[in-house]
């Protein structure tokens, strides 16, 4: 079993930054494409983000381009996700979640998840 720990959310004014880390533990972190996903209010939770193994191949929805950047240090067995330029269509309960194989966006069938943490973004 591979364990996810998400952190970082919070609440923050359109235009702001947050940067959320998904640390893992348990299985070997560099044999997985890590993604991060996300569900706000109501609506069924989404694909955001996705990274290769080696951190060589990234992707990012349109919705999120030029805002967000996923990056990985496999020496730290954490995933990251810079969000900057937030803007309120971005609030949701953010998902850390791990995949052996490769990077084949949209991320959808992991193999494990992180329970999550909240970003809220006020206009």
């Known amino acids: 079993q591979m364990q996810l720990a998400e952190s970082g959310g919070g609440s923050v004014q359109a235009g702001g930054s947050l940067r959320l880390s998904c640390a893992a533990s348990?299985?070997?972190?560099?044999?997985?494409?890590m993604g991060w996903f996300r569900q706000a209010p109501g609506k069924k939770r989404e694909f955001v983000s996705g990274i290769s193994q080696s951190g060589d191949s990234i992707y990012h929805i349109d919705s999120v381009k030029g805002r967000f950047t996923i990056a990985r240090d496999n020496a730290k067995n954490t995933v990251y996700l810079q969000m900057n330029s937030l803007i309120p269509e971005d609030t949701a309960v953010y998902y850390c979640a791990a995949v052996t194989g490769p990077l084949d966006p949209p991320l959808s069938a992991m193999d494990y998840w992180g329970k999550g943490t909240l970003v809220t973004v006020s206009s």
């Open positions: 348990g299985r070997t972190f560099s044999k997985y494409v």
